[in-house]
């Protein structure tokens, strides 16, 4: 399968899981099952190519002048990534089967579940820094989703909050660093960046580039002091903990460290702040985590401390380190799901993981309560288990490092405390939960759940079990695999055999066995009643509380100087934003002095003076009637654009006249709709207040007079210069060849500068919609609206709108084919399809107009947002069929076809784009209109005489 394809399958699995029955549970976890499977089987498929430190890879071009290109690169430690995550979805999605409830919405469960998967596949398989920024950010979105599946619950939609806040900004972070990397190293693509360590660490930026990139690594695996959002995430179904706290989300933020190992460690910088860090996290999660009575809350700290343990060993830049966070990586994805889900279970039938009410559940639960001890074990780092060869390589780690002295007399102490909390925290899980008396009162009769929901837990289970007895056959060759790319050259020498001698770390590890039990026999009582008041000298530090305190002191200082330095009143804004602007221009004039070109003058001719001559007077008199008139001063503004038209067609712009006149016809009408928002002319009757306004005025003319003297200096200035280099040339010498068609204009929108007609569409629809929904619940004043609306009913009921009526039903097909006429010649001729959408726009617009909304609408449902999704589609299916055939996104090719009767034919797929923007356009500005129409109609106001014609209805909407 192609690489691309297995990248893009989680996230059509995702939009088909979407639109699945709501409650389908069956469904749901088959189809979602089903596409994790086969990605995983892909992926392992792919595990020949990866095995001696070989890469695969896959590009597709996208924006290849900028270095962007979609890169799919994935070498030994990608693909064990990418196994974890897919692999572990497999399982997850078993579980959720039969840990979700009937009344849960399965469907959208398992989109958001197979859309993270994807997104946290592409933070893995990125073969580009800008492209893994993205995926990452998506991790977050999906992640705060999921959090708050149960949006009913408060603790759900704040823990969701919390968790996106914190790892979104540390996102924003990442980006810089990348941005900052890219900078460095000459290149974003993930191979460049990775045989560029030496210059890396040699660059006046790697302090700044360093910093950037651990904010983003460090919020998303929780560390210190980033690590307070993972136990309020708890709040989400124990399947999204399972697999979003053990095998994916958090460990993106290590994957990262990991990823970018051999290019940014190897410093004191990385090595007392990452090592630092991971230091602080280990201790804190795990002296935390005895103190907890939620099981999940529980398990969230040792989570944040073992994700400590491995930010720590990757930063003490030594390869045997990093070998031995790769394997933690592994060790701990496997032992800490299987308890997640073990923890789900004991929920699940009992109804509560409050430990204070969960004893003696082994004589009920004996198979949960076996898998779930042998996993204790697993995470406490008992022998025979997975969890203790890892834990071995740390302390080993810790005692041969050679550092400062007492950083290397400290650090065993500090890794033998963590182990006997761990033994502490592990037993009170293990112990405290399955032995001692029969529980009473709980919510439900504790028993064993069906098979197949222990089906995942045994599973993880048998690996750890498997991994901690016979460990170079099962997992030896993979960790060489895995850990070969993040070393960067030849592996260290290190042994997997169970029994290494009596040596130091094994010494540690008996001795924080042996304490570890010791302390749990001695206060295990002790630590459950301490935990009723919080964990001791930490409770006062609540995380949740400083972040919403923080939260809430910066909201109000935003509304406060918001309040301060803004207004909701338009002419306030308006002339602070003019007067900054003109006070910057001013300032830029006295630093580089305006001063004229020498370029040969054009003469003024005679008729082209008159005709600004007349511009200028509308202008002034639209200006100074929209004190007496608004309907008088909107006819002189329209006789400006009209003015500013014909400039264009003098000008040898046709394409730009045909647009200035069809936006001229829509904005007429938007401003007639706004009239009737409009509060009527109230007469000044004091002389002060009429003082006041005699002064805005005066002030409103004066800083317009500037403002317009300005800009013509500055036009005047530039257009008497010799251009430099012209880009004219280029385009109009490839328009024809390159772009298969003679009009310059339009062949430069909808192929050379394709990507940003894309973006302008898409915010020209995105302002459609948002106008849309701001405008269904708002109603204007009645005293705005009741009487212009009885004069219009009045005057239709007259009748004396009767022909106009007929005659603009009966321009509708005419502007239909004139609008067809602009769009077809639009890319040989003046036109093009946003004119045309604009031309059919006002065509429609007419009808409204002379029969109104509630009349069109029953005889011509448009319904717009359709309009803007479909020319949308339509735009980007475009590029992605370009795509489709090897070539750039938005590359466009020309067919010329033959076709009886008519002849040579040539077929631009850049007229499919084109017909995407007409599509946009006409649907956005039918969006726009209608919305401001649709609130007049919901004010009560007289009905027209019984059997008046239809253009009683007039002026409805207008």
């Not at 060759?477 to 020498?493: F, R, W, Y």
């Not at 009741?786 to 009921?797: F, I, L, T, Y």
């Not at 923007?917 to 007289?942: D, E, I, K, M």
């Amino acid at each position: 399968m192609s690489l691309l394809l297995l990248l893009l399958l989680p996230f059509v699995g995702s939009a088909v899981a979407a639109l699945l029955p709501t409650r389908a549970r069956n469904i749901g976890s088959s189809w979602a099952g089903a596409v994790a499977l086969a990605v995983a089987v892909s992926l392992a498929l792919l595990y020949p190519q990866v095995r001696s430190g070989g890469v695969v890879s896959e590009r597709l071009a996208w924006l290849p002048s900028l270095g962007l290109d979609l890169v799919v690169r994935i070498d030994g430690f990608a693909w064990m990534f990418a196994m974890l995550v897919t692999g572990m979805g497999v399982l997850v999605v078993m579980y959720a089967r039969y840990y979700l409830s009937p009344e849960d919405p399965a469907a959208r469960f398992h989109s958001l579940l197979l859309g993270f998967m994807g997104s946290m596949l592409g933070v893995v398989v990125s073969g580009n820094l800008i492209q893994l920024v993205l995926f990452w950010e998506l991790t977050s979105v999906f992640s705060f989703l999921l959090i708050g599946y149960w949006h009913h619950r408060k603790d759900a939609r704040r823990g969701a909050r919390m968790a996106f806040t914190v790892t979104a900004s540390g996102g924003l972070a990442l980006l810089a660093g990348a941005l900052l990397l890219g900078h460095i190293v000459g290149s974003h693509e993930l191979d460049a960046v990775l045989a560029a360590g030496d210059r890396v660490r040699a660059h006046a930026l790697y302090p700044l580039v360093l910093v950037l990139v651990l904010l983003g690594a460090l919020t998303k695996s929780a560390q210190f002091p980033f690590h307070f959002w993972l136990p309020h995430a708890m709040a989400a179904p124990t399947p999204v903990s399972a697999y979003l706290h053990s095998a994916t989300m958090v460990k993106a933020g290590v994957f990262l460290l990991a990823r970018l190992w051999p290019v940014l460690s190897g410093t004191d910088t990385w090595f007392w702040l990452v090592g630092g860090a991971g230091l602080a996290t280990l201790l804190l999660g795990a002296y935390a985590a005895m103190f907890q009575n939620d099981l999940k809350g529980l398990l969230a700290y040792s989570t944040i401390s073992h994700l400590g343990l491995i930010t720590l060993l990757l930063g003490l830049d030594s390869p045997l380190g990093a070998v031995a966070a790769v394997f933690h990586m592994m060790n701990h994805a496997t032992f800490k799901a299987s308890l997640f889900m073990s923890v789900g279970i004991i929920d699940h039938e009992t109804g509560t993981r409050d430990m204070r009410r969960l004893h003696g559940l082994w004589r009920f639960m004996p198979i949960t309560g076996t898998l779930a001890m042998v996993a204790c074990a697993a995470m406490a780092g008992v022998p025979l288990l997975n969890g203790f060869l890892s834990k071995e390589m740390f302390f080993a780690e810790t005692v041969f490092l050679t550092s400062h002295p007492w950083v290397e007399a400290g650090l065993p102490v500090a890794a033998t405390l963590y182990g006997v909390c761990a033994v502490v925290y592990s037993l009170r899980f293990g112990h405290a939960v399955f032995f001692g008396p029969p529980p009473r009162g709980l919510p439900r009769e504790p028993h064993e759940p069906v098979h197949w929901m222990r089906v995942p837990v045994e599973l993880l289970v048998l690996a750890c079990v498997v991994v901690g007895t016979v460990p170079a056959w099962a997992i030896g060759p993979l960790l060489a695999t895995a850990a070969q790319p993040v070393v960067g050259g030849p592996l260290p020498v290190y042994s997997l055999a169970l029994w290494h001698g009596l040596n130091k770390p094994l010494v540690m590890s008996l001795l924080a066995l042996a304490c570890g039990i010791v302390a749990y026999r001695l206060f295990a009582a002790r630590i459950q009643q301490r935990a009723l008041r919080g964990t001791p000298l930490l409770h006062r530090l609540d995380g949740q509380r400083l972040f919403e305190r923080t939260l809430a002191l910066l909201t109000g200082q935003a509304g406060r100087l918001l309040r301060r330095t803004s207004t909701r009143r338009l002419q306030p804004q308006l002339l602070w934003m003019l007067t900054i602007a003109g006070a910057t221009a001013l300032g830029s004039a006295w630093v580089v002095p305006l001063v004229w070109g020498d370029r040969a003058r054009v003469p003024a001719t005679p008729e082209f003076v008159l005709l600004w001559l007349i511009g200028g007077a509308c202008a002034v008199g639209a200006a100074w009637q929209a004190k007496f008139h608004r309907l008088a001063a909107l006819v002189l503004l329209s006789v400006v654009g009209l003015v500013v038209c014909l400039s264009f067609a003098w000008f040898s712009a046709p394409d730009l006249a045909l647009t200035q006149l069809a936006v001229e016809g829509v904005t007429t009408v938007l401003f007639l709709l706004g009239l009737r928002w409009m509060p009527p002319r109230v007469a000044l009757d004091d002389p002060r207040t009429r003082g006041r306004a005699r002064w805005r005025r005066t002030r409103d003319l004066v800083l317009a007079l500037l403002i317009g003297a300005g800009l013509a200096a500055l036009s005047y200035a530039l257009l008497t210069r010799q251009a430099p280099q012209s880009i004219s040339p280029f385009f109009i010498e490839h328009a024809l060849p390159q772009g298969g068609g003679s009009n310059v204009v339009n062949v430069m929108l909808v192929d050379f500068r394709g990507f940003d007609t894309l973006g302008e569409i898409t915010v020209l629809g995105i302002v459609g919609l948002t106008v849309y929904a701001l405008l269904r619940r708002f109603r204007p004043p009645r005293e705005a609206i009741d009487r212009p609306a009885q004069q219009s009913v009045g005057h239709a009921a007259g009748g004396d709108l009767l022909v106009p009526a007929v005659l603009v039903r009966l321009l509708l097909p005419v502007a239909g084919v004139f609008a067809f006429h602009l769009f077809m010649r639009g890319h040989n001729q003046p036109g093009g399809g946003f004119v045309a959408g604009l031309v059919m726009a006002i065509a429609f617009i007419a009808q409204y107009m002379v029969g109104g909304t509630r009349w069109v609408e029953a005889r011509l449902p448009l319904r717009p947002p359709r309009w803007i999704a479909g020319g949308l589609l339509v735009a980007l299916a475009t590029g992605l069929g370009a795509l489709a055939f090897g070539h750039p996104f938005l590359t466009a090719h020309t067919a010329h076809v033959t076709l009886p009767g008519i002849g040579l034919v040539h077929l631009p797929s850049a007229a499919l784009f084109d017909l995407g923007v007409f599509a946009v356009v006409l649907g956005a500005t039918l969006l726009l209109l209608t919305a401001l129409a649709h609130q007049s109609l919901r004010v009560r106001r007289p009905r027209p005489p019984a059997g008046a014609s239809p253009a009683a209805s007039a002026r409805e909407a207008v």
